[in-house]
């Protein structure tokens, strides 16, 4: 039983906040600049275990900080709760906790139309799922490196991203590829909210074939 649980968590929670939010929009904040943002996701279409149909709901927050004006660090935490589950699970969820640098490669304007930029981040995964009244924990970590661009067209920021991630969970592997594409809608020179679809392309390992899900995300930041 407990291998089911772990292959099932470990296999939903590839997609747990795999969203833009490595990069956001390539714009960086600035030095001395902080900036938060909030993010509700929404996934669809996942799959473990022979399992189709299974749903996820994220909700997390981050806080970053301009190091240069092109080097950005970011703090996140948050926590995915689990749909559509087999009826032998009552409940299950996944926090985690992690860090990303973010670097503007290419500032729009400077002889180029778009701005681009490069992140790289770590986050550590522990989940808890109940099945037959027996709660699970495990644990594990994911590293992450992307490249995304945005467009300032005020009010509206649309921005791209490609993200690839490695999983470590339970003592499996598994990757990850993700393909965002959303925009920024400003409503002052420092707020804006978000909103994005992100395609996802996830190979569980062990054996298991690679398969697409989606994702939507809404999301609020705040430059100070």
């Known amino acids: 039983m407990s291998s089911f649980i772990?292959?099932?968590?470990?296999?939903?929670?590839?997609?747990?906040?795999?969203?833009?939010?490595?990069?956001?929009?390539?714009?960086?904040?600035?030095?001395?600049?902080?900036?938060v943002l909030g993010s509700y996701l929404v996934d669809s279409s996942l799959q473990s275990g022979g399992f189709t149909g299974l749903s996820a709901v994220s909700i997390g927050g981050y806080?970053?900080?301009?190091?240069?004006?092109?080097?950005?660090?970011?703090?996140?935490?948050?926590?995915?709760?689990?749909?559509?589950?087999?009826?032998?699970?009552?409940?299950?969820?996944?926090?985690?906790?992690?860090?990303?640098?973010?670097?503007?490669?290419?500032?729009?304007?400077?002889?180029?139309?778009?701005?681009?930029?490069?992140?790289?981040?770590?986050?550590?995964l522990t989940s808890n799922t109940t099945a037959l009244g027996v709660t699970t924990t495990s644990n594990g970590n994911q590293l992450m490196i992307g490249l995304g661009?945005?467009?300032?067209?005020?009010?509206?920021?649309?921005?791209?991203?490609?993200v690839y991630r490695k999983t470590d969970y339970a003592g499996s592997n598994s990757t990850q590829t993700d393909l965002t594409a959303g925009t920024a809608i400003a409503w002052s020179t420092q707020g804006a909210v978000y909103v994005e679809y992100t395609l996802q392309s996830i190979n569980p390992g062990g054996g298991a074939s690679t398969y697409t899900a989606n994702q939507i995300g809404l999301g609020v930041g705040y430059k100070i």
């Open 63 to 124: 806080a970053g900080y301009g190091i240069t004006d092109k080097l950005d660090a970011y703090i996140q935490a948050g926590q995915m709760t689990l749909g559509s589950l087999p009826a032998i699970i009552t409940s299950s969820n996944v926090t985690a906790y992690g860090a990303i640098l973010k670097y503007g490669l290419i500032e729009e304007g400077t002889g180029s139309p778009v701005s681009v930029a490069f992140g790289v981040g770590t986050r550590v």
């Open 6 to 35: 772990y292959a099932l968590v470990f296999v939903v929670a590839l997609s747990t906040f795999a969203s833009a939010e490595l990069l956001i929009i390539a714009n960086p904040l600035g030095q001395g600049k902080w900036g």
């Open 149 to 162: 661009a945005s467009k300032v067209m005020i009010p509206f920021v649309p921005y791209g991203g490609l």
